[in-house]
């Protein structure tokens, strides 16, 4: 049985949501990997923000 592996481990990208909402010039953004079985829907974390120097909350975009 062949598998597809490398459909399951796909590249999101992470945009700071405070950025977005609050107007500043430059939006922070992390690159990572997730993988599309386990997380389906929109991933969401709290890292750092490094234009606002604080953690905020994270949401994946296309
Ligand atoms: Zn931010």
Do not use: W
Request: aromatic share 8%; charged share 35%.
């Amino acid at each position: 049985m062949a598998k597809k592996s490398k459909d399951k481990r796909i590249t999101i990208h992470l945009e700071c949501t405070s950025c977005r909402t609050s107007g500043m010039p430059g939006v922070a953004r992390y690159t990572t990997q997730k993988n599309r079985t386990n997380n389906p829907k929109r991933l969401e974390l709290r890292k750092y923000c490094k234009y606002e120097h604080k953690y905020t909350l994270f949401k994946e975009v296309k």
